[in-house]
Structure formats: structure tokens, C-alpha cells
């Protein structure tokens, strides 16, 4: 990767940003969102009517309002869907992950991260690590049964058209109760989420080719530029006119 002033790194179910302070305005998303300032500490609150906590280390629950006040503090944000028995954790925002023993570890590679000097599979590791280092229990995923594994090459086959739940499970010979309590058990992740997941990659991926945004949504199938935008804000709090500011790397496809 190039480096650039940001760097976004994506893959199923989470996403790991580095770079300046993008969006100071009071904002949640679904996911749970790790943000370490690289350089310094830097400010954050949970409501307009609170003081700001100058910190180096929050956590921030998943549709949890918050706003993050930095300057020109470079920040790490990890955006992650928790599987569903791991949710419902607070926010921290004087977090005490960066004084765990594996965090100097983690520190090093987000530093390697943002000079872009790390590729997607590195980066995954690195989130695992920093996960570690919290009191958020992501368990080990499991093999995937081979009627997931089919369901997920089929959605892979055609991210912006995939089938409805019924139709994968009708595919893989499953009953519809089966399916969805299989693929959330395999994936850590509820098939509409994975879809939704499925069709911001393939968002990402336009654009990376070089497609303007209208068309990367429709592509990635959104209604239309509008949908993809309030979409992408509400997984990663900003618009995706920033992607065309980012170095990305993503990976859209399951191995």
C-alpha cells in the first residue's frame, strides 16, 4: 500500500482505520468500535451535556453515541461486530487495554499499520491481538460447515444480488431455522448483517477500481447513493466520499 494520510483496512465483520480525527460531530454504529490515539491522548464523550474524559484508550459500545475531539492526534479505530452473546458491554472511555502485556505488541503493528507497511492478513492477526487485550470475548471460529461454506460462495458469487435466507437454505438443504442458527454459530454474524457486510465490500471494491460512488452503489446493490451513505456512516460513522482519501486494502471473498 501507498501511504497516504489514512488508511482503511477491510474484511467480514470488521474494519480497522488509522489516521487523523475524520468526523467530530456526534455520531454511533452498530458495531463496537476500539479507538487508541497513536500519537497522544485525545477527548471523547458519551452526550452533549458531558464534560470531555481526556483519554488514550475507550471502548465504544455498539449504537452508543459518541463524539471524539483529537487536534492533530492520528487515531486507530477498530470497527468490530461482536457475536451476539459477546454484546452489550459498555462504553469505556478511560479503557485499560493499553496495559495489558500483549499491547506493546499491538502498538507496534498499528504503528507498522499506518505507514501502510502491513498487508490485510497482518492486519487481522493485529485485531485479534488487540481484542485480546480487552474484556471482549471473541471465541475461536470454528470450521465452517460445508452447506455454510456453500452458502457463503454463493452471496460471494454476487454480493449485490445474493439470495434471501430461504432460497440459500432451500441451496444447501437445510429448513430456514437450521440455516440461520448455523450460519450465526459459523460466521459469529446474522445472514442480514453478513449481507450487509457483503455489500459494503463490494462497495469498497468499486471504488478502489475507480468507480465514482453512484455507480459502487448500485454495483454493491443499494437502493442508491443515498442508501450506501447512510449505511456506511452507520457502520463507520463517516461517508464514503472519505474512502477516496484512504489507501484501502479489503478482502470481499471467504477462504
Sequence with gaps: MNRQHSHLFLWRGRALVLGPGIDSRFHAHFGTQLTWGLD???QARLAPDQPWTTTR???FASNQPHQIHCDATQ???LFVELPQRAQGAPSVLLATYDSAPGFAQVQAGLAQARLGRLEL???EQLSQQWLDCTALVEPAQPGFDHRISQALALIA???GQAPNGAALAAAVHLSASRFTHLFRQQTG??????LLWSRLL???EAVGRGDNMTHAAHAAG???LAHMSRTFRHTFGVVPSELQKMAIAFKREEK
Excluded: T, W
Aim: proline residues 11%; without cysteine.
Design 157 to 159: 458469487a454476487q454480493p
Design 189 to 194: 454474524l446474522s445472514l442480514s448483517r453478513y
Design 121 to 123: 492478513p497482518q492486519v
Design 40 to 42: 497522544a491522548p485525545f
Design 202 to 204: 463490494a462497495a469498497v
Design 57 to 59: 484508550a475507550a471502548i
Design 222 to 224: 443499494f437502493a442508491d
Design 75 to 77: 487515531l486507530a479505530h
